[in-house]
Nanobody, 121 residues
Framework: QVQLVESGGGLVQAGGSLRLSCGAS????????MGWYHQAPGKQRELVAR???????NYVDSVKGRFTISRDNVKNTVYLQMNSLKPEDTAVYYC???????????????WGQGTQVTVSS
């Protein structure tokens, strides 16, 4: 199985910064992509940023220029540097991994437990 452990959430004032981390462990044989999603109260979970095996990235328009996703391939860890935070960034942030496990021929998606980010105005 896969474990995704997130850290780095918290309370910050508007304009501040936070850095989220997510470490993956388990019998992972390949990772297609890792990313971050967020879910605000009463809303659906949506993609924030994703980084692919080759290093390419994509971001939701609302965070472009403010957030940066990066990855340490040796540690199977993904980071989300969040700058110029706004109150509308307040949400639970979930780490996601899309990959394949030992003994499986299928690619599956796995989720972390989520970390709360709250931005005060």
């Amino acid at each position: 199985q896969v474990q995704l452990v997130e850290s780095g959430g918290g309370l910050v004032q508007a304009g501040g910064s936070l850095r989220l981390s997510c470490g993956a462990s388990g019998s992972i044989t390949s990772i297609n992509a890792m990313g971050w999603y967020h879910q605000a109260p009463g809303k659906q979970r949506e993609l924030v940023a994703r980084i692919f095996r080759g290093g390419s990235t994509n971001y939701v328009d609302s965070v472009k220029g403010r957030f940066t996703i990066s990855r340490d391939n040796v540690k199977n860890t993904v980071y989300l540097q969040m700058n110029s935070l706004k109150p509308e960034d307040t949400a639970v942030y979930y780490c996601n991994l899309e990959g394949q496990l030992a003994g499986s021929k299928y690619v599956a998606r796995y989720w972390g437990q989520g970390t709360q980010v709250t931005v005060s105005s």
